[in-house]
């Protein structure tokens, strides 16, 4: 088993050539291969194109309907795209009225 985190801006071509081509080769060679991304909303988008549009603050504060249908949103695109993984945080949302710091 191996993995490959994908860094930095893409296209959608690129990207997804990119990630078609880690996959034809693992299987090639009979390795199985996982392909990671940070797709985290926000500033922390690696792939411009793809949601989450939001960033997790803002996520926290739309509440659980909305904040469904960007994550379900965002697991489509990255899996269209070739994405077996996104590294993007699963519990760190703020609640509406939540301190940023506790004193």
Same mark, same amino acid.
């Given at each position: 088993?191996?993995?490959?985190i994908l860094?930095?801006r893409?296209?959608? *071509?690129?990207?997804? !050539?990119? #990630? !078609?081509?880690?996959?034809? #080769? $693992? ?7 996982l392909?990671?991304?940070?797709? /985290?909303?926000?500033s922390?988008?690696? =792939?411009?194109? *793809? %949601? %989450?549009?939001?960033?997790e603050? /803002?996520?926290?504060? =739309? ?6 249908? /960007? ?5 489509s695109? =990255? $899996?269209?795209?070739g ?5 993007a945080?699963?519990?760190?949302? =703020?609640? $509406?009225g939540?301190r940023s710091?506790?004193?």
């Amino acid at each position: 088993m191996g993995g490959v985190i994908l860094t930095h801006r893409w296209t959608p *071509a690129e990207f997804s !050539a990119t #990630t !078609a081509k880690l996959h034809a #080769t $693992s299987c090639e060679i009979g390795r199985p291969l996982l392909i990671f991304v940070d797709q /985290e909303g926000g500033s922390i988008r690696r =792939l411009t194109w *793809a %949601p %989450p549009w939001d960033a997790e603050g /803002e996520l926290g504060r =739309l509440g659980g309907a909305q904040t469904q249908r /960007e994550a379900a949103a965002a697991a489509s695109a =990255l $899996s269209a795209a070739g994405v077996d993984v996104d590294l993007a945080p699963v519990a760190d949302t =703020l609640r $509406s009225g939540a301190r940023s710091r506790p004193e």
